[in-house]
């Protein structure tokens, strides 16, 4: 599932078509109108976790008008991106700065959850809702002047290539193509800079208050509420980075254990968004790894709060040990 930093390079690979007007469509989406799209001016680009956002317009003027961004809260819509990445199992095989499919397995969605994304059609009349919602899944990318093309055979033998949900051509003479990504629109850009992990008003004290809750520090870091942007891949590293046991109650975890965490998971974050714009691939110690860098052997399992998403954690035993039950005693009557 791509993450913060690479939701932020795909807003940079965006950024160049603003002020551009679409001249050709294409692609195989049947929940968004492909030909909808024609001619409609990219106004702006706005970007806010896992989550991009495109303005479109009708006439070039329009872009500079009414364009206010309303705060408002993000997890119920990555709630459902969640529940949709399960339909993305049959994704390509081949993804522009996306991750390997073998995340595919990271994710056990509770029952009952349908992860069916309503038809959106054409663009809404009237112009009140001109911001295209883009969220990426576990496999959704952009890729900007050229397809994504087949590494490998697929289950049945064919070296066919991804099909792009939506091709936009830009009178420029560029054209971006979006790759399992699930999009609608909005009439405003759910954008909340204090929660977002790469923002430069990203709220700590906000974010330590809720770690600081009595459950699972991992559940916590997954809370778009809070950690906006932190995926499965930021949330093993950090907690790995900072000695933390996934399963260990914030509450129980002292103030400067807990400010550790917030430090690895921003310099991480940072990090792996620096490597993207220099072109290396961001290094893990843990992650999808057996042992450790200091030669422990792994332990994986899927952990999530009752009822609610299961993702696979991985984790050292010796490098992250569990509080002791005389150690917990101690810190709750301290």
Aim: proline share 7%.
């Amino acid at each position: 599932m791509p993450e913060g930093p690479s939701v932020r390079k795909f807003h940079h690979l965006v950024s160049p078509f603003v002020g551009q007007q679409v001249v050709k469509t294409g692609g195989s989406s049947q929940k968004l109108n492909p030909a909808s799209f024609q001619s409609l001016w990219l106004q702006d680009t706005q970007v806010h976790g896992k989550k991009l956002f495109l303005r479109f317009d009708p006439d070039e003027e329009l872009g500079s008008l009414g364009n206010i961004s309303l705060p408002e809260s993000v997890e119920e819509g990555e709630r459902k991106e969640e529940a949709q990445d399960q339909k993305q199992a049959s994704g390509p095989s081949s993804q522009k700065i996306s991750q390997q499919s073998s995340q595919s397995l990271e994710l056990v969605a509770p029952s009952g959850e349908s992860g069916v994304e309503p038809l959106q059609g054409d663009m809404p009349a009237g112009g009140a809702e001109r911001w295209l919602q883009v969220s990426f899944g576990l496999f959704g990318s952009i890729w900007v002047n050229e397809f994504s093309r087949a590494k490998k055979a697929n289950k049945r033998g064919d070296w066919r290539d991804p099909t792009p949900r939506l091709v936009l051509y830009f009178g420029g003479g560029g054209f971006l193509a979006f790759y399992n990504c699930q999009m609608s629109w909005s009439s405003s850009p759910a954008v909340r800079p204090t929660s977002d992990i790469l923002s430069e008003k990203f709220d700590r004290g906000q974010a330590l208050e809720a770690l600081g809750q009595e459950q699972p520090v991992c559940y916590t870091l997954l809370d778009q509420r809070y950690f906006s942007g932190l995926g499965n891949i930021i949330k093993n590293e950090a907690l790995y980075r900072a000695g933390i046991h996934p399963l260990s109650l914030g509450s129980l975890l002292s103030p400067q254990r807990l400010e550790a965490l917030v430090d690895h998971v921003v310099q991480f974050s940072a990090d792996w968004l620096q490597g993207k714009f220099q072109g290396r691939q961001q290094h893990t110690h843990i992650y999808q790894k057996e042992q450790c860098p200091e030669g422990h052997q792994l332990r994986r399992e899927a952990f999530g709060p009752p009822g609610g998403f299961q993702r696979l954690t991985w984790w050292c035993p010796q490098c992250q040990p569990r509080l002791p039950p005389d150690e917990q005693a101690q810190v709750q009557l301290s």
